[in-house]
């Protein structure tokens, strides 16, 4: 049995053709997949019964499947999936005013072990399928959708779940491209979040569609982050600012800096000055982050007057800076809290 998430339009056409079917059924298939979010090809009722009987003696549509959906009192809403080799990811969707911001796992676990991030405990287990990837936002999209006439749809979304997308970079550029031309979605409502894979940042213009780009800086300095963050050993810090430096953007255009704030390790006034140097020459929003603990952490979030000092500073300096309300910490669905807890119970 073939599941038909798994191929491309091109390979769908090819399939359609063998099958002896005429080419419109190829495109009524990718269009319940894709814009229906059908779940099996017996829901495709533009389709004689009889078809339908015969393509599902080879073929099916895959789901990944919901075990478990958890809702904070903010509203956040968490997604646990089971993939079909018993595997385990979440999502999370942030609802926040017109927005409703769809946050994507790209791998099972993560290699990257930085030292503040719940996902590296888990360790790496292997990358997502391209269709896994989207079919986050397909399960979501069906399940989020009311009754009553007011529907409610995803207007954003960001690889700031579970996984280094750069680390998974054909499927992850594969699914963006599933993204702007199957579902539709316009790729500057999406956001890549990475650590700073150097050569897969210097790829991904020419590969895939112009989206977002957030970078997790976490520090000023390469012996801070090399500490917080293993990879920087790899791709150190002025690798990376040299390669941001270079990045195409268009007008107007900004990388997003993200900066999880740790007590007494990168939240001084003198990182704040520094981070406004390095900075120097990128277009570019800060987003500071103020820790959210998990259990068996080592690190404390700095107090508000902290917090608020380091964005003035940066705000004299001309920069745009805001500090991330965490949302949904109550279910443990923030940033670097998902672990797929009950399952990966490693704490
Ligand atoms: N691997 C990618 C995608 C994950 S995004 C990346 O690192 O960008 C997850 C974001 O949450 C990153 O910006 C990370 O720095 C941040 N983060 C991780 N653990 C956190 C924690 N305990 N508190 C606050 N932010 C955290």
């Known amino acids: 049995m073939f599941n038909l998430k798994k191929f491309n339009q091109s390979e769908i056409e090819k399939i359609i053709k063998e099958e002896k079917l005429p080419s419109y059924r190829g495109k009524q298939l990718m269009q319940w997949i894709y814009k229906k979010f059908a779940t099996s090809i017996d829901e495709i009722t533009e389709w004689p019964k009889s078809l339908r009987l015969n393509f599902s ?3 099916y549509i895959g789901n990944i499947k919901l075990i478990e959906r958890k809702i904070s009192s903010d509203g956040t809403e968490k997604f646990l999936w089971e993939l079909e080799d018993n595997e385990k990811i979440e ?6 005013k017109e927005r409703l911001t769809l946050c994507i796992s790209s791998q099972v676990g993560c290699p990257l072990k930085c030292k503040f991030c719940l996902t590296g405990k888990i360790g ?18 069906k399940l989020i959708k009311t009754k009553d006439s007011e529907e409610r749809k995803i207007t954003n979304i960001v690889f700031m779940g579970m996984g280094e997308p750069l680390l998974n970079f054909d499927n992850f550029v ?22 700073g894979i150097v050569p897969a940042l ?8 112009p989206i977002k780009l957030a970078i997790s800086l976490n520090a000023t300095d390469e012996k801070t982050r090399s500490l917080l963050m293993p990879i920087n050993k790899k791709y150190p810090l002025h690798e990376l600012l040299k390669t941001l430096r270079e990045y195409p953007l268009k007008p107007r255009q900004r990388i997003t800096f993200e900066y999880v704030m740790l007590k007494g390790i990168n939240s001084s006034e003198e990182d704040a000055f520094r981070l406004s140097q390095i900075l120097k020459g990128i277009p570019s929003k800060i987003n500071l982050i103020p820790f959210n603990p998990w259990e068996g952490c080592e690190f404390r979030k700095p107090d508000e007057p902290e917090i608020l000092k380091f964005q ?3 705000a004299s300096k001309g920069y745009s800076v805001f500090i991330r309300k965490s949302k949904g910490t109550d279910i443990l669905a923030a940033c670097g809290q998902l672990k797929a807890l009950y399952i990966y119970n490693l704490s």
């Open 124 to 141: 790496f287990r292997r990358n997502l399928n391209t269709w896994e990837i989207v079919d986050q936002f397909i399960q979501v999209s």
């Open 57 to 59: 003696q080879k073929y």
């Open 91 to 96: 999502s999370v969707i942030i609802p926040d």
């Open 174 to 195: 594969e699914a963006l491209w599933r993204f702007k031309n199957l579902i539709e979605f316009s790729p500057r409502r999406i956001t890549l979040s990475t650590v």
């Open 202 to 209: 210097k790829e991904l213009p020419q590969k895939a569609p």
């Open 312 to 314: 003035e500073i940066l």
